[in-house]
DNA sequence: CGGCATCCTCTTTGATACTG
DNA sequence: CAGTATCAAAGAGGATGCCG
């Protein structure tokens, strides 16, 4: 029947330890990943999302999630019949949390390609965060992204650069490979010629790629 | 004899999933924590500076961490012949992400107390991203805090305001109680005289306090 | 003492199977 | 689809022992 768990405490009095109580249990800042970067999510998107994670552990972990506030459970009226998982504001609040532990483990993406598994949408944090459209008054543009049976589009309009599922309507660029040869694009560690070298399969006008990266030329 | 864990990994290939696979651990960034605030730390200092922590977990965290490349274990040569465990550059660069991290905490900080244990050292997170001189022109002056038997004090001088271990000389401000009073203070989040009717002890000049904090004028 | 290693118990997890 | 149920394995926590 229903239980509840303890809430494992760290016991101190710190900001570090307090939030580590919330957010340090396994999985619980993967599925804040995936709500950020997906939206709210149905049970089985946020599975799909989560890779390696138990069903029965996704489970209570919404539910711890739930109670503490989080992650709010929306039971969806009446087209869709599902219930959504969607984040708090205090749950959107750990963004900045996301984003520099993100950073903190780009220099681990670098290397040449482990059996980790790979979901499309994981190119939101690169996007949101190292890419910027350097060129806000040319016309908009779509780079097409194919690691996955689903693809992906970078949109750059107007000074935003997003990333947009499905694939692009007339891509100026399109990439197909292994999804380590686009990273290592998007962050500028690795060079056309290299990424084309490794397997990366690249059509379309690589100038759309300039326009997004930090070039050599940052001086700001 | 020696043996090696199986590194668990959540076997995803994005940025965040790598950093937690080093650093999702149950107690590893609070030893990060304690090694940012302390500096390079003996055995004992760390297990002091981390109350709950079990030894033997403690000493086998460390290992995992040196092997990680987080944490460096340096032999003391001759004169205090004891072991030091200091971080790497890499270990150093966490420092963003427990900032991120305890700022996401921090309101979790108000409530009235808990039995949860406190270290002084602790204050370090508040007054370096929090406080700042506001009256760089000003001659230097120390608050001394005396929330546990270690007092600190909080030197100000010429634009920087640094936490410093032990009593101060001269203080300006004294502070003794409850550590969530001075939190409170030190970020705003409890005016003096509420602070005072909650048994805050405060001797000296409290404009010492609105030199460092953040006024409601800020308005840059 | 400082720095662990061992032993033991309990909780959390991971993998798989099953159900309304 | 959205979870529960079950069970084995791994990790956490606590006490204690060892060794320079």
Redesign the pocket.
Same mark, same amino acid.
């Given at each position: 029947?229903g239980y509840s768990?303890?809430?494992?405490s760290?016991g101190q009095y710190c900001s570090v330890a307090k939030a580590l109580d919330i957010i340090g249990?396994?999985?619980?800042l993967l599925i804040v990943r995936e709500l950020l970067v997906q939206g709210p999510?149905?049970?089985?998107?946020?599975?799909n999302g989560l890779p390696? +994670? $138990?069903?029965? #552990?996704?489970?209570?972990?919404?539910?711890e999630m739930e109670a503490s506030g989080l992650v709010v459970?929306q039971n969806?009226p009446a087209p +869709? $019949?599902?219930? #959504?998982?969607s984040l708090s504001e205090r749950g959107r609040d750990l963004e900045p949390v996301l984003t520099a532990i993100g950073t903190w483990g780009l220099p681990m993406m670098t290397s040449p390609k482990s059996d980790d598994v790979f979901r499309s949408q994981w190119f939101t944090f690169v996007v949101t965060n190292y890419l910027h459209d350097r060129l806000e008054h040319e016309p908009a543009l779509d780079i097409e992204l194919r690691a996955t049976s689903d693809a992906v589009h970078i949109h750059v309009e107007h000074g935003s650069v997003v990333l947009c599922r499905g694939s692009a309507e007339d891509p100026t660029l399109t990439l197909s490979g292994e999804p380590s040869l686009m990273m290592g694009l998007l962050t500028n560690q690795l060079s056309l010629d290299d990424a084309r070298a490794l397997g990366l399969d690249i059509s379309g006008d690589t100038n759309a790629l300039k326009r997004i990266t930090a070039g050599d030329d940052e001086a700001d």
């Open positions: 029947m768990r303890a809430v494992r760290y249990d396994r999985w619980t999510c149905r049970y089985t998107d946020l599975r390696g +994670v $138990a069903s029965n #552990l996704l489970s209570s972990r919404l539910k459970k969806a +869709v $019949a599902t219930t #959504l998982f």
